[in-house]
């Protein structure tokens, strides 16, 4: 009796569980996707719920809520029962079939949505090099030469040689690809060229050294042809590695910008092995890595393209020679400051320097400096200047016995990279023994575009922070450059003690500019307006 009961009690049960059973398949939202098969429990690859498990991971089923979320659920079957344990989800991949397969960590006891990316892009062939995708963003955020339209502009119109550095895979060949997108026409060098055989790269360790001369011999022809843009794709972790480039640029009158790239892993070994295209080993990286020497240049500063520098020193030598025709006194003293009564060309007179004119904001020359160089190079507003477009105000023309430098004054972007004494002038340097010269040989000007322009108006000169910026603009042979600073914050010094020396009549005037004496041999041409021209802030190296 009582067994016929317990088989009639387990009948009733079973068909309740089979009613109930139907009854929540109708309410409950669909489990299936669209391809899913029948919902048969004893399906293969199902559960008894009808919800498809996932090949890969059979302890995992989806729960469609909305069109961009899902439910992980992770179930544990054990002794037959059904446990449910809800934990916080990991993405392992993306399906091609658009399903997001997530493992679960350990159970902590709640059911958590999780988004689900957009689908992934077509498949495509394999890229050159496994870079990450964020790399195009990162390196258009880093570098002003690459989206600041003004500054793109301006060096488009220069001559610019890029020097790249870096360890393997950290991008220098991606920000090499956009320099050459950005300016067209750009020559590219890079030791690599030598090794591509028949499309291919076979690299051969006994023949590095004349791949890197085949590189240095394909920039030098790129300056001889006054190309407007060369990029040098090397590693160049070690400054002799590079600095015939630097020596090169300078003797064809090309703006230097060095760059590494701004990767976040640029110096992480283990990254740099998986996205290096060479198959350059961990192990190898991090020797390298032991041996890179941070750049650190002669001097920073604001440089003038080859155009701006000749136009620059064409005006000024013509209010000179203006002066000059105007002023008994001032070329009298003039013959004497340079032993001669020909100014037609002062330029063979005072000399202007052999490379771009610039107005220094930093000097880290010498041993001595270049623990602070490398604190100055390593400042955020540093880091963000170099490479980007501004300008420069010469506000007056100072001439003495050694030096003729123009007066800069500074805004106060530029003020903020200022780094220099504008008080103790000390004595100047000791002429060095007069060396024949040769002449001038002119400005390797190119496809450049000059940007001088004379401004409407005058700013205010600094009396204090920025004072002694200037640019050089010629020497007497055996004086230094460096003189000019000197001269300037003397006669700096001697303005502010006399005021009333620039509110005296001129010695002359012509074309608002107004020459005044300051003392013997020291002429000061105050200009009405300001010479303006556009300055890229680099390195000299």
Known sequence: MLGSLTVALYLVSRCLEQVMGQVLARLAPDWRGATDGPSAADAPGQDECGGRLHAPARGLHRVALHDDEEMVIREKVENGTRQEHHSEAVLLEHQPNGVLLVQPAEPAGQVLPVKRPPPPAVEQTEPKRRLPAELGTLIRCQYSFLDDPETVDYLRTSKVLFVLRGLPGCGKSYLADKIATTYPGTVLCSADHFFMKDASYQFDREQLSAAHESCKQR????????????????????????????????????????????????????????????????????????????????????????????????????????????????????????????????????????????????????????????QYGERAEVRRALGALSTARLTAVLITPRTVCGRVTLDAEQLALWHQSDREAGPPPPARPERPRPPPAGWQVGAAQPSLAVSGSKRPARTECGRRAHVTLGCRPGWPPVTAGCDLLAALDRLEASPELLRRPPAAAAGRAALHRLGEQLWYLDLDRDMVVDVIFSGRY
């Open 219 to 374: 920039a030098e022809h790129a300056c001889l042809e006054q190309r407007s843009h060369i990029v040098v794709d090397n590693t160049n972790l070690r400054y002799w590695e590079w600095s015939e480039y630097a020596k090169l640029a300078a003797r064809h009158h090309y703006l230097v910008l060095v760059q590494e790239p701004a990767t976040a892993w640029r110096r992480d070994p283990h990254r740099l092995a998986i996205t290096n295209c060479h198959g350059v080993t961990e192990q190898e990286i991090r020797k390298k890595l032991k041996s890179i020497q941070e750049p650190v240049p002669k001097y920073y500063g604001w440089f003038l393209n080859a155009a701006d520098c000749r136009d620059l020193l064409d005006r000024v030598w013509s209010l000179l020679q203006t002066m000059h025709r105007a002023s008994d006194q001032f070329r009298e003293e003039l013959t004497l400051m340079t032993g001669s009564d020909n100014i037609s060309d002062l330029g063979s007179l005072y000399q202007p320097p052999a490379e771009l004119l610039h107005c220094t904001a930093f000097f880290c020359g010498g041993r001595a400096r270049a623990a602070a160089g490398r």
